[in-house]
């Protein structure tokens, strides 16, 4: 355990971040599922808007760092092309 108060105050910030950015995360994940069971279940118009409100959660998470630049071109690539591939069909 930390003695110093410096050290004891890093702790608890990082303890707040952690949870903080977790929530966050999780928060993606949702919106994710969200897009994917809209696509499963044909409604595409639910699918567009939910797509809109992921990659929103998703950029702004790139914003403050709380996931890489890449991961988020990465899944809003995979997001939009799932969509528009089930459109195609």
Do not use: C, F, P
């Not at 105050?9 to 993606?28: D, E, M």
């Not at 409100?53 to 799932?82: C, E, F, H, M, P």
């Amino acid at each position: 355990m930390a003695n110093k108060q410096a050290a004891l105050k890093a702790r608890r910030q990082t303890i707040k971040r952690t949870a903080q950015n977790s929530a966050v995360k999780l928060s993606i994940k949702q919106h994710v599922k969200v897009v994917r069971k809209a696509i499963e279940a044909k409604d595409y118009a639910k699918a567009e808007e939910a797509l809109k409100a992921a990659i929103k959660i998703i950029d702004k998470a790139g914003q403050n760092k709380i996931i890489k630049k890449n991961t988020v071109a990465r899944k809003k690539s995979r997001l939009v092309r799932a969509v528009n591939a089930a459109k195609k069909k």
